[in-house]
Every structure is written in structure tokens, then in C-alpha cells.
């Protein structure tokens, strides 16, 4: 059945009344046109601020054709359906979140609401799938470790992961050289420590943003840079052969505190026609990505992540968690610390 504005007036009135959460919780405004749903944004802004709300909440758009679109203040569309029932827990879930303070909190109270709801929040998808196994470990001890010093680009502004179809690996050092490392040092097998050893560390520390650091950690290959050197990979044919199906970048630029992820898969950028993805936009409690999108099982990770880790304060942390958890990317942490990750200079132009 196509979803009217009088069809989702009428269930929501029916959804908040029967629940004291929802009691006295009015549908958030509703636009049938983008130039409708620009003033609903701008009166939001506007409420929001009298109140000294940092939460602008919930606008609705419907189309023509029965699709529901929910959009929080000036960010992009969060989701987009044409299931009556999906648009009423989406709608409930942004209003409760609204109402309690914190994370395992909202899943409480949409499980009051109704046991279905409270799973569908803590599993961070829009179906009832079951339940995801909690983390049982620290964090820190994966991926995370590196999110907060690469908030200020240490140890790189860039980290750049690959991995190859199954049954293969992406060559660590032929990816390095392509990128534009000195052969010699690859060959070596020169590592960051030798780097740093030069010259009582001077050397390195005038030269580290011409320098990169590779290898292989679950199942990826990782190069880790701050820039690369004109006509690097320029050898188009030599970087497809080394089998590259999927990469992931992560990009920091901490003057400016943009912090940037770009997955592709198959020559296609999986971000929902969003571009580039910019990680300043996560909020605790708060699926970064478009809802049911391409993106929806890192949606699923952050939420398992906050919820297996409340002592996790850092959103950083927490969305690499989920990287890791969904993704696999991982990088050695005592291979950084004690200097044994592989590492070069850019070789000279």
C-alpha cells in the first residue's frame, strides 16, 4: 500500500498513543515538495537554537509515489523508504532518541516500546536479523589504537588499505614501488626504525612527509602516507595486475579537522551517491550512513561498537572499531611502536 500523508499521520498517531514514551510526540514536519522540506529544515534550525538544543531532530519528505525520506538538519538524507511500518520505527527511534541520554538507554526504551524495536536498534539495521555477538575485547588492542593520533596526522595523514580477489594478495612492495618508493630501501627491506636511526632521528624528522610505511595485516595490504610524489601508480597496467578488488582511504587534515573515508569495491565507489564520506559527521547513537544503503553494515558495526564498548568515549575509536569488525582492516601496533613496519622515502624525482 502507498504510504499517504494522512496513511503516516494516522500510525503514528496510533504508535504514539499507545506508548507513555511516545505520548504527547508529534510527527516531525512533513514536506511533499524539496523546497518545503528546506523551510522545515530552516524552522528546525531555528527551534532548535531558541532551545539551546544541539539535536535539530527529525524533517519528512514525501514523494508521489509513497517514499518516506527523513533528513536531521542540514545532513544529508538518513533514510528513504516506502514501508509504512519501517518509517514508524525510524520515526519512533529519532524521537526516543530525543527523549533518553545515551546509547544502550534508546535501546531500552524502544524495547519497552516493543522487543522487536529494541533489537532492530541494538543490531544497528532495519530488520529483526538476530542479535551480533558482543566484542569481548578491547578495542585499543585493533584498529583503534591508531584513531586518535591520526586525528593530528601521526603517524600518516593517509591510510590506504587493498585487498585482492580471494586466494590473493596485493603485493606490499610492489604496491610501495608503484606508489613511488625507493626501490633501494624496498629492496633492503629497509625498516622505520633504520629510517629513524639516521643521523639521531634529524634526518627522519626533516623528511617524513616524503617517506611511507607498508605491509600486510589481516588479510590487507596497507600503505601508510602523507603525500605521494607526482606520476605516482602511474604505470596503470602494473597496479592492475596486482589483482585490487576492493580499497579503503582514510584521509586526515587535522588544520582543518576533515577526516575523510572512501571505499571502493570493484571499481565502484560504495558510499550511496554520496562521494567521498566525511567522518566528522558521526554522532554517537546516530547511523552515519543512509539507512538500508550500501554502507548499512558499517551502520550495523558502529552500533555494535557503541554498544560493546560504552567505556569508549572516543567517536574515532569507535567508528575504527567498527572498520575493523565489518571491514577487517587492521594495522600492527608493535610493528609502529617498535619501528619493524616496513618502510622508504620516496624515491627521488
Excluded at 4 to 10: G, H, R, Y
Excluded at 20 to 46: I, K, T
Excluded at 184 to 203: C, E, W, Y
Excluded at 306 to 314: A, K, M, S
Amino acid at each position: 500500500m502507498k504510504i499517504t500523508k494522512s496513511a503516516l499521520a494516522e500510525a503514528w498517531q496510533r504508535t504514539a498513543a499507545g506508548h507513555a514514551l511516545l505520548h504527547g510526540v508529534a510527527l516531525p514536519p512533513l514536506a511533499l515538495s524539496e523546497d518545503e522540506l528546506e523551510e522545515c529544515v530552516e524552522r528546525a534550525w531555528e527551534a532548535a537554537e531558541a532551545a539551546g538544543a544541539e539535536d535539530v531532530g527529525l524533517c519528512l519528505l514525501l514523494d508521489p509515489d509513497g517514499t518516506v525520506h527523513g533528513q536531521h538538519g542540514e545532513y544529508r538524507e538518513v533514510f528513504a523508504t516506502r514501508d509504512l511500518e519501517q518509517a514508524i520505527y525510524l520515526i519512533a527511534e529519532a524521537a526516543v532518541r530525543q527523549r533518553v541520554d545515551g546509547v544502550a538507554e534508546t535501546a531500552d526504551a524502544l524495547e519497552r516500546i516493543d522487543p522487536a524495536w529494541g533489537r532492530r536498534f541494538r543490531t544497528g539495521g532495519l530488520d529483526n536479523t538476530g542479535t551480533v555477538e558482543a566484542c569481548g575485547r578491547d578495542p585499543l588492542e585493533g584498529l583503534a589504537w591508531i584513531a586518535g593520533s591520526w586525528r593530528q596526522q601521526d603517524p600518516y595523514t593517509n591510510l590506504a588499505f587493498f585487498r585482492a580477489t580471494p586466494g590473493r594478495t596485493v603485493d606490499d612492495e610492489q604496491l610501495a614501488l608503484l606508489y613511488g618508493a625507493d626501490p633501494a630501501q624496498v629492496a633492503a627491506g629497509t625498516r622505520l626504525k633504520d629510517l629513524q636511526a639516521v643521523d639521531n632521528g634529524r634526518t627522519y624528522w626533516d623528511r617524513q612527509w616524503e617517506s611511507c610505511c607498508f605491509g600486510q595485516a589481516g588479510g590487507w595490504t596497507y600503505l601508510l602516507y602523507h603525500e605521494t610524489p607526482p606520476g605516482a601508480y602511474a604505470d596503470k597496467e602494473a597496479y592492475a595486475a596486482l589483482g585490487i578488488e576492493e580499497s579503503v582511504w582514510l584521509s586526515a587534515t587535522s588544520a582543518k579537522a576533515i577526516y575523510t573515508f572512501d571505499y571502493m569495491r570493484n571499481d565502484h565507489r560504495v558510499d550511496d551517491d554520496w562521494g567521498i564520506l566525511e567522518l566528522i559527521w558521526y554522532e554517537r547513537g546516530r547511523a552515519p550512513y543512509l539507512r538500508g544503503g550500501e554502507l548499512d553494515f558499517l551502520n550495523r558495526a558502529v552500533r555494535r561498537a557503541e554498544l560493546d564498548h560504552p567505556e569508549t568515549t572516543d567517536t574515532f575509536q569507535l567508528y575504527f572499531h567498527a572498520l575493523e569488525q565489518s571491514l577487517g582492516l587492521r594495522l600492527p601496533r608493535r610493528d609502529f611502536a617498535e619501528g619493524e613496519v616496513r618502510a622508504a622515502y620516496w624515491a627521488a624525482g
